[in-house]
Structures are given as C-alpha cells and as structure tokens.
C-alpha cells in the first residue's frame, strides 16, 4: 500500500480556493497533502516556467494574456498534488513531465460533472471511456517518477463502480480518490458512504473518501469519516474551504484568525485579487452582513481587504519588499550581472497622425504575473490622468483574426500595441504604459526585470515581431 497516501487527511482541488496562499495555509494547519486546483491541459501546455526570485516561487505563466495560473514553492514541494483536466494520453505525459520535478504528485479529475469538461470529454466525461482512462493513467504511470492518481465520482450502480474502481487500480495509480456521489448528484445529496466502503473492501490500493463536508466541522468528524467510509485516507473540500484550521488536532480558530492568516499569505504571494476574494468570502459564509463583511464585499483590491483585517502595514512593506527585489533584479542587469534584456532601443515606436488623429504604436505585452495587484496598469494611469486632470483613458479594441488589438486615448492621443493578445484585457493593459510614463525606459524597467533571469520567457521575438 502507498504510504503517501495511506491514512491521511487531505485537502480537495477547489478551483479558485487553492492557490497556493490556501494551500501553505492548510500545510500550517496540519493537511497531510493538498490538491491545486483543476488545470487543463492545453493550458499548461501553451505556459511558460519562470524562477521567480522576488517571490522565491516557481510560475507557471500563460503567454496569451500574461496571468500566472500555477505558483508553488519549496516548502509545499512534497505537499502538493496536481491535479490535471484533460482527455489524451500524451498531452497529460507532456504536462506530468512539466510539473514533476515541482509536485509530489500528479492527479486526474475524472469527476467534474461541469459542462466546459464534458464537452472538453474530460472530468466525469471519461468514466464511461474505459480505454481513455487505461491510456491516460497508465502512460502517466510509466512515464512520471511521480505517484500517479486519480479522482472519480461513483456510478450509478455499484458493481459498475467495483469494476471502474478495479480497472483504474489495475492502471497502478498510487490510490484513488472517491466522492461519494454520482455524475448528477449535487453537493445537497447524501453522500454514498456505503459505496466508498464497498470500494476500500475490493482495493488494495488506498481509497480516499471525498465527499462528506457536510458532517464536518471539527477535526474529529474527520476521523468519524473515515469510519464511515472505511477508506484509508479522507479528503476534505467544501469543510476546508469554510475554515481550514478544522484540519488542526488542536482544534478549529475563529475565522477572523484564519482570514488573517489567510491574507498574509495572499500579500506574501501576491494572489490574484479574484481568487483572494472568492475565498475570503466563502470562510466569512453569513457573516458577509455583518458591517466588515459589507465592507468586504465592497472592496476592489487585495489592499482594501487587507486594511480591513488590520494588515495594512503588512501589506506595505511586503510591497516594499517585493519592488525592492525587482529594483534589485534591475540594477543587476543595468550592471550587466545578469542577462541583459532587450534594451529600450529595441523597441519600435511608431508616431503618426491620420485625419488629424495622433497615434503611438509599440509592440508591448501585459504580462501579469510581473505586477502587484496594487500597481496594475491600468490603476497607475488612472491616477496619472486624474492627477494631471487630462482627458481619458478610454478603451476601444478591434478583434483581427480572432486576436485583440487594443487601444487607449488619452489626452487625445491614440496608443496602440502592435501585439495582438487573446483576450480583451490583456490587449486593453499594455496600451496604458506609454501615456503613463511618457518615456520607455519607465516601462522597461517595469517590464524587464524579473525576465532577465528567465531564459524561457523570450521577450524579444515578441518586440522584433512587432
Ligand atoms: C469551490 C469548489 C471548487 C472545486 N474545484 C474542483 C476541482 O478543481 N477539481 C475537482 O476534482 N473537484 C473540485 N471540486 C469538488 C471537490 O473537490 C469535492 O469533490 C466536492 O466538493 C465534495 O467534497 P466535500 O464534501 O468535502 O466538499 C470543487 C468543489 C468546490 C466547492
């Protein structure tokens, strides 16, 4: 039996919720593992690693839009399990290869019962394609040094479930996680303890049970669960994500205890404000009226949450900390210590006028992951327009060949990027920089550093493209 996955607790992918700010979170509480969230295949697939040294992480970063969609560092390394959406044997070999050397393990949903996965033939689409799952799993076996799993939902008869249940054993996944309720079924039903139980009998490698939030609420149900169940190991989703700290042997935290905690981890980290926000308010759950909780719901940035929770200082000087680190990054390059990026000289601008109309263009592209959730772009240039009382900015955009192409006008100049992005708004933010800074080397500054120590992130064949 796998004694990574035997008798442990362990925490659910929940997409949004575990990030890796939730995820270091439930590590101080005590999880055994914890699960990512789902990532599609073809999206990791179409990303870019890059060693962020301000943050000491690894990211993994979209390219079309520039967002970092997988963070993970050292400390959760033999922690995190992957969990991966798709439906082709040899794009999951690709993507195992990609995330082994950062995970501890590697998982396949094969439950989501969601519309964007079965269309996509993924999620709980693949438990009626018994040699979609034989390729999958066992190519991952083979071809990974990390242990295998998968995640499936119950069908609707048990001896169809043993015999799903058996063939995925016989792929040799390290174990596998079962929620106890079938493609259709929804959180409000019960849970299928009996049918989790009959599986653990048939296995012999570890069940875990899924599925039985509702009865948790302290550290001990947990334990009942597994009774319950008679799985090796339990994992916890819906009951982490109301309060984490229900995974501590000393007992649950007020919640406020846990925001807190919760938000250090998300300023530390720079976590997307959406996704911060999102879990925030499924722990704060009905206390969303009280007049911190309408508060919260008002609130636009992860610094207004933080105020909010008395971590304002805290926020400053994580901020401090992290500009002083990409400060840093680009003395060493100015210095010539580190690889030189492209130099602003580079770059074309291109100034004309059309029917009286100014335009600038220049090839720029919003990369996400190189920006505070206090500093984006697009809040910079409305201060610098508010402050300066000019007019604008407003946004147009023209879609070419099913790519954006976005511009700004502000103070009555048109300022376009030459690179087309995949989506609106990350085509809207690289046309701010120009009005803002008025001068290149701001917004080369801004943009290049963290990319000097990061060979596979090439910026240059984007600038001489554009
Ligand atoms: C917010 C949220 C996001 C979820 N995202 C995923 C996911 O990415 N992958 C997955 O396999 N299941 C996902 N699930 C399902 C859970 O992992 C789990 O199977 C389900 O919530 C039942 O467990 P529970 O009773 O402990 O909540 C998600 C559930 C929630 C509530």
Not at 64 to 84: A, L
Request: overall charge positive.
């Amino acid at each position: 039996m796998s004694h990574q996955y035997a008798g442990k607790v362990v925490v659910a992918p929940m997409v949004r919720v575990c990030t890796l700010p939730f995820r270091l979170l439930t590590i101080d509480y005590g999880t055994d593992l914890v699960y990512t969230e789902e990532t599609i295949d073809y999206k990791m697939l179409r990303s870019i690693k890059r060693y962020n040294d301000v943050l000491g992480t690894v990211d993994f970063i979209d390219k079309s839009d520039g967002t970092v969609f997988f963070r993970t560092c050292e400390k959760e390394r033999h922690k995190v399990i992957f969990q991966m959406g798709t439906n082709d044997a040899q794009r999951a070999l690709k993507v195992g290869k990609m995330v082994e050397p950062h995970v501890a393990g590697l998982d396949i949903n094969m439950g989501c019962p969601k519309q964007f996965s079965l269309k996509g033939g993924m999620g709980s689409a693949l438990l009626t394609q018994p040699e979609k799952i034989k390729s999958i799993l066992s190519g991952l076996v083979q071809g990974l040094s990390i242990p295998v799993t998968c995640k499936i939902r119950i069908l609707d008869s048990l001896p169809e479930t043993l015999e799903l249940c058996q063939m995925i054993e016989q792929c040799g996944v390290a174990a596998i996680g079962v929620h106890g309720r079938t493609r259709k079924e929804r959180p409000r039903h019960r849970n299928h303890n009996d049918v989790i139980r009959e599986i653990a009998k048939v296995l012999t490698i570890p069940v875990i049970a899924n599925g039985g939030s509702r009865d948790i609420s302290r550290y001990e149900d947990i334990a009942r669960f597994q009774q319950d169940t008679g799985a090796a190991s339990v994992m916890i989703a819906r009951a982490a994500m109301w309060n984490c700290s229900v995974l501590r042997p000393e007992g649950c935290l007020p919640i406020d205890t846990v925001i807190e905690r919760y938000l250090r981890y998300c300023i530390e980290y720079d976590n997307p404000f959406t996704y911060s926000k999102y879990a925030v308010q499924n722990m704060l759950r009905e206390l969303q009226v009280t007049p911190r909780g309408k508060a919260f719901l008002e609130t636009q940035t992860l610094q207004e949450i933080s105020i909010l929770w008395g971590l304002e200082d805290y926020f400053k000087i994580q901020l401090a900390k992290q500009n002083e680190g990409r400060k840093l990054l680009n003395f060493e390059m100015k210095q010539g210590k580190t690889a030189m990026p492209p130099s602003a000289d580079h770059v074309k601008i291109v100034e004309r006028e059309d029917d009286g109309q100014k335009f600038v263009e220049m090839p720029v592209q919003f990369v996400r992951g190189n920006f505070n959730n206090a500093d984006l772009p697009k809040m910079i240039l409305n201060t610098y327009v508010f402050r300066n009382q000019l007019k604008g900015p407003s946004y147009t955009h023209v879609v070419v060949d099913k790519f954006f192409c976005a511009s700004v006008v502000v103070d009555g100049v048109s300022y376009n990027s030459t690179l087309r992005a995949m989506t609106m708004g990350s085509a809207c933010l690289p046309a701010t920089h120009k009005p803002f800074c008025g001068r290149l080397d701001w917004w080369a500054a801004r943009w290049f550093p963290l990319k000097s120590k990061v060979k596979e992130l090439e910026l240059r064949p984007l600038l001489e493209s554009g």
